[in-house]
């Protein structure tokens, strides 16, 4: 149980989430190196991911006033309140691509990059195929720690209206 830090503890998620879509952009970098093209594409889906399951966990904290665990970013979603998803959801935009024959929606999409964290750290144990589409992983990252930030911001201003309306 944490209830009593929810705010600090919910904030240090948050704070490292947004770190870990900070190393994932800087990975977007192609530099040459010996003559050649090179760019850290797993790092960057690995960052990326982690910070979008950091920005889950970090509203689920709010949300249960308990630690969540796990990586899998579907399980973590389904987790969190309605008016969370509805939040996170409007502003994710949905890949076009590949074209499919199947329309693709926010839920198939999830689910292809839930396990990415823990898929793509062994990716170079090539035991199975692995797709992750980053844009649409930074995105989720981005609305997801939006939506932590403003929840903080909520829970701090009904603290302090609290304490005034105590005070006084």
């Not at 948050?14 to 970098?29: I, V």
């Not at 966990?57 to 709010?62: A, C, D, E, T, Y």
């Not at 796990?70 to 008016?83: A, E, M, N, Q, Y």
């Not at 999830?110 to 170079?124: E, G, I, P, Q």
Request: net charge positive; charged share 25%; glycine share 2%.
């Amino acid at each position: 149980m944490v209830r009593n830090n929810v705010l600090p503890l919910a904030h240090r998620f948050e704070k490292q989430a947004t770190e870990f879509l900070e190393a994932s952009h800087r990975c977007m970098d192609a530099r040459v190196v010996d003559g050649l093209f090179a760019s850290a594409s797993v790092p960057q889906i690995v960052c990326a991911a982690f910070s979008v399951e950091l920005g889950l966990k970090s509203i689920l904290i709010m949300e249960t006033q308990a630690k969540p665990d796990g990586h899998k970013l579907v399980d973590l979603f389904r987790k969190i309140s309605t008016d969370s998803k509805a939040h996170i959801q409007k502003a994710v935009p949905i890949p076009t691509y590949p074209k499919t024959i199947l329309p693709q929606n926010f839920e198939s999409v999830l689910k292809v990059v839930s396990t990415a964290f823990v898929d793509w750290r062994y990716s170079c144990e090539g035991l199975q195929d692995l797709e992750a589409d980053v844009g649409f992983l930074t995105s989720l990252a981005r609305s997801v720690i939006e939506r932590s930030r403003s929840m903080q911001t909520s829970k701090a201003n009904e603290h302090r209206k609290r304490r005034c309306a105590n005070f006084w």
